[in-house]
């Protein structure tokens, strides 16, 4: 069993910045596929970022690419996303999601992820 609790949330200018965490409890962190998404009322959730097992291989939604980074570190079993250039369309609730798996081909689908956290709303908003 994993245990995913998301914070760094809260209420930014637009052009601003936040780094969410996603601290994992168990001992599979190390070796799992771990992925940020985000959901706005009304929509559906939508992938953010993920990165490898090892931080080696990282993919971006084209809507965050260059203004978010997604980086991990294993000896704290912890993921990050680095959020740059807010912008109010960047309003959701951010969920952090794992994949006890070092496989990579499902990184961008929901349904792929075998763990969630609660989520952590980001507001950006002047």
């Known amino acids: 069993q994993v245990q995913l609790v998301e914070s760094g949330g809260g209420l930014v200018q637009p052009g601003g910045s936040l780094r969410l965490s996603c601290a994992a409890s168990?001992?599979?962190?190390?070796?799992?596929?771990m992925g940020w998404f985000r959901q706005a009322p009304g929509k559906e959730r939508e992938f953010v970022a993920g990165i490898s097992w090892s931080g080696g291989a990282t993919s971006h939604a084209d809507s965050v690419k260059g203004r978010f980074t997604i980086s991990r570190d294993n000896a704290k079993n912890t993921v990050y996303l680095q959020m740059n250039t807010l912008k109010p369309e960047d309003t959701a609730v951010y969920y952090c999601?794992?994949?006890?798996?070092?496989?990579?081909?499902?990184?961008?689908?929901?349904?792929?992820?075998?763990?969630w956290g609660q989520g952590t709303q980001v507001t950006v908003s002047s």
């Open positions: 168990g001992r599979t962190f190390s070796s799992s596929t």
């Open positions: 999601a794992a994949k006890s798996s070092r496989v990579w081909s499902g990184v961008r689908t929901p349904t792929w992820y075998d763990y």
